[in-house]
């Protein structure tokens, strides 16, 4: 049984570009949460998706959009990318009945130069 | 809202000794809370939860935690550390909404073990 999966594993983009993360959750779950690290910080929670829609939002800029498809993989987009984007991007996924005990993928390492 | 802390940025210990995190939580009512571990590189694991009932809580790793009410913690223990415990632990407190169920987490404890 496969567990949460990330892709990429590794990004670099440049100041002011687009980037896209993706994640595929846990078999037989149907909801995804995103999460940004900071260097040397505790994740912070940026939206939560459930039957396609955003469920719950963090404290992040409209910059940070995403989307869940049908087959509840999801993705995170970040427009206009700033140097403090940079971070570890975390999905976590859950059962909707059950929606705090998430299982974290590896996570995307973003880098912004 | 919610918030956590986690007073220890890093904590050594010997091999073999026992360990205890720290973990205190700000929330007007009974959350329910968590303790992740992240090796380097790696994503997050649940070692153990609390959501009701007895307030001492197993977990993986031969891991536990105590839910103190009258002092908002949450301490992670362990009697006795191994090399391969060394990690980076997080605390979380989640809170119940219609909305969903994000989780806050502390800033995290780096367990450096010592041979």
């Known amino acids: 049984d496969a567990g949460v999966t990330q892709s990429p594993t590794h990004l670099i983009k440049t100041r002011g570009q687009q980037v896209t993360l993706r994640c595929s959750p846990k078999?037989?779950?149907?909801?995804v949460s995103w999460y940004q690290q900071a260097l040397g910080q505790g994740p912070q929670f940026i939206f939560q998706?459930?039957?396609?829609?955003?469920?719950q939002r963090g404290n992040f800029p409209d910059r940070f959009s995403g989307h869940q498809f049908p087959n509840y993989s999801s993705e995170l987009n970040v427009n206009a990318l700033l140097l403090g984007d940079s971070a570890l991007y975390l999905c976590?996924?859950?059962?909707?009945?059950?929606?705090?005990?998430?299982?974290f993928g590896p996570g995307t390492r973003l880098t912004v130069t | 809202a919610q918030s956590v802390t986690q007073p220890d940025i890093h904590i050594t210990v010997s091999e073999g000794a026992s360990l205890e995190l720290r973990c205190n939580y700000s929330?007007?009512?009974?959350?329910?809370l968590f303790w992740y571990v992240q090796s380097p590189g790696q994503g997050l694991q649940l070692l153990l939860k609390?959501?009701?009932?007895?307030?001492l809580v197993q977990g993986i790793k031969g891991f536990e935690a105590e839910f103190k009410r009258s002092q908002s913690s949450f301490n992670l223990r362990k009697p006795s550390v191994h090399w391969s415990d060394a990690a980076e632990y997080f605390c979380?407190?989640?809170?119940?909404?219609?909305?969903?169920?994000?989780?806050?987490f502390g800033g995290g404890t780096r367990l450096m073990v010592k041979p």
């Open positions: 979380a407190v989640g809170v119940e909404n219609n909305a969903g169920n994000m989780l806050t």
């Open positions: 078999s037989g779950h149907d909801t």
């Open positions: 609390y959501f009701s009932g007895d307030t």
């Open positions: 998706y459930y039957e396609e829609e955003e469920r």
């Open positions: 976590a996924s859950s059962q909707i009945r059950q929606g705090y005990e998430q299982y």
């Open positions: 929330y007007g009512a009974t959350p329910y």
